[in-house]
């Protein structure tokens, strides 16, 4: 059973990302701030649920949340600062697009909101310094498998998720050899196999090794 906060304040918003592990695409990132009240049965960590199911929650957590945002990072930024620097960026313009503001923040896995070497300034929205202030005023916890133990995090996870995939398949309309409607970009087989026979496109992460054998792509 899911809990419905981890501090004591009653502003806590959960942050998660979606997309981490993909070859194509953004990594999404959402943050949610949910009400103490909010009940549901269906949510869980999105990876947990089906399709169908997440796209039922999507509405039911917006209409429900005392604020949520969502942030998309596209490949040319997650080739410039590295995945793990873009999910933890895209985490943070999220925090900063919300309103309210949290008094407490809760993030999905184990990698701090703020790294030890301070906030990256490059990449995606460039922080004001009233914006990186507000990020380091406010106390944060990453939780392992946070997801499946915290309400706000499992709707992050879901809206982070939902909102990616309904990405995926607008650019699988432009590139539909790669069937991205189906694999949202992750390194399938079908995947790969289209990568070999078609090349690269502009939503290719370029850091990424793309194909198995790969050592540099010829461009």
């Not at 900063?96 to 990256?120: A, C, E, F, H, Q």
């Not at 309904?166 to 699988?172: C, F, K």
């Amino acid at each position: 059973m899911l809990l419905s906060r981890f501090s004591d304040f009653i502003l806590e918003c959960g942050t998660d990302e979606a997309g981490r592990g993909c070859l194509a695409g953004p990594v999404t990132a959402a943050a949610v701030i949910l009400p103490d009240e909010f009940k549901s049965e269906l949510l869980n960590d999105s990876k947990q649920l089906s399709e169908k199911t997440r796209e039922k929650l999507k509405p039911i957590i917006e209409a429900n949340s005392i604020s949520f945002s969502v942030t998309h990072l596209e490949p040319k930024i997650i080739d410039e600062i590295n995945i793990l620097n873009a999910s933890i960026k895209a985490m943070q313009e999220c925090i900063t697009k919300l309103n309210p503001l949290p008094n407490y923040i809760i993030v999905d896995g184990n990698s701090p909101l703020i790294p030890k070497g301070g906030i990256k300034n490059k990449g995606g929205i460039v922080f004001t310094d009233s914006e990186i202030e507000l990020l380091l005023s406010i106390p944060n916890t990453s939780i392992i498998k946070g997801d499946s133990k915290y309400m706000s995090i499992a709707a992050a996870s879901v809206l982070a998720k939902t909102y990616r995939d309904e990405y995926m398949n607008r650019i699988h309309e432009e590139f539909p050899m790669y069937n991205w409607k189906q694999n949202k970009g992750y390194p399938t087989i079908e995947h790969r196999e289209a990568i070999r026979k078609y090349g690269i496109t502009k939503y290719h992460r370029m850091s990424f090794r793309l194909l198995p054998e790969q050592l540099k792509l010829d461009l």
